[in-house]
């Protein structure tokens, strides 16, 4: 069964980092495209980012781009997403996903809270 585990929330000041890590079982991650997502309260899931497979591309949505980086390694089997530069607009719950024939799959979600 496919498993995702995302980690690395928390509360920051705006300007300051934080590294969401996503873990992987019962699957190698570095053979499935990536997403990570984020919704913010009151407001519809939102795509942030995502990697191909084997990570030789990735995209990122305008509102992140340039402040943040998708990584992965395939001997944790984890991806990451370096998130720099935060603004309060980035407070949401974040999360990452991977589809397969057989349907979709979302980790539990990691909560980021951007505020001074």
């Known amino acids: 069964q496919l498993q995702l585990v995302e980690s690395g929330g928390g509360l920051v000041k705006p300007g300051e980092s934080l590294r969401l890590s996503c873990g992987a079982s019962g699957f190698r991650l570095d053979y499935y495209a990536i997403a990570w997502f984020r919704q913010a309260p009151g407001k519809e899931l939102e795509g942030v980012s995502c990697i191909s497979s084997g990570g030789n591309t990735a995209n990122y949505g305008d509102s992140v781009k340039g402040r943040f980086t998708m990584s992965g390694d395939a001997s944790k089997n984890t991806v990451y997403l370096q998130m720099n530069s935060l603004k309060p607009e980035d407070t949401a719950v974040y999360y990452c996903?991977?589809?397969?024939?057989?349907?979709?799959?979302w980790g539990q979600g990691t909560q980021v809270t951007v505020s001074s």
């Open positions: 996903n991977t589809q397969d024939g057989w349907g979709a799959y």
